[in-house]
Nanobody, 126 residues
Framework: QVQLVESGGGYVQTGGSLRLSCVIS????????VGWFRQASGKEREFVAT????????RHQDSVRGRFTISKESAKNTVYLQMNSLKPEDTARYYC???????????????????WGQGTQVTVSS
């Protein structure tokens, strides 16, 4: 099995910053990507950012581009999501996920990721 554990969520005021971490453990995956998704109360789960493990290329949702940055530290099996200039509309539970063999156009689809963490709550007050 593959396990993903998120951490780093919390309460911040508008304009604040948080860094989320996702530690990946378990069996080795090949040709995989790690993504961040979020789900606000009453909303569908939506794509935030993703990174390919091999090569490290990234994609970010338009609404977070320039404010959020996904990165990885391979030696620690960890993916990060640096969140700056947080807004109340960023309030959601943030999930880390991993998937294999995801084609470029499908990186934004939650259904293409097979392994999910339990999530970490981010709350941004106005």
């Amino acid at each position: 099995q593959v396990q993903l554990v998120e951490s780093g969520g919390g309460y911040v005021q508008t304009g604040g910053s948080l860094r989320l971490s996702c530690v990946i453990s378990g069996r080795t995956l090949t040709n995989y990507a790690v993504g961040w998704f979020r789900q606000a109360s009453g909303k569908e789960r939506e794509f935030v950012a993703t990174i390919r493990w091999t090569g490290g290329s990234t994609r970010h949702q338009d609404s977070v581009r320039g404010r959020f940055t996904i990165s990885k530290e391979s030696a620690k099996n960890t993916v990060y999501l640096q969140m700056n200039s947080l807004k109340p509309e960023d309030t959601a539970r943030y999930y880390c996920a991993a998937g294999q063999g995801i084609i470029f156009s499908d990186y934004v689809r939650p259904s293409r990721y097979n392994y999910w963490g339990q999530g970490t709550q981010v709350t941004v007050s106005s």
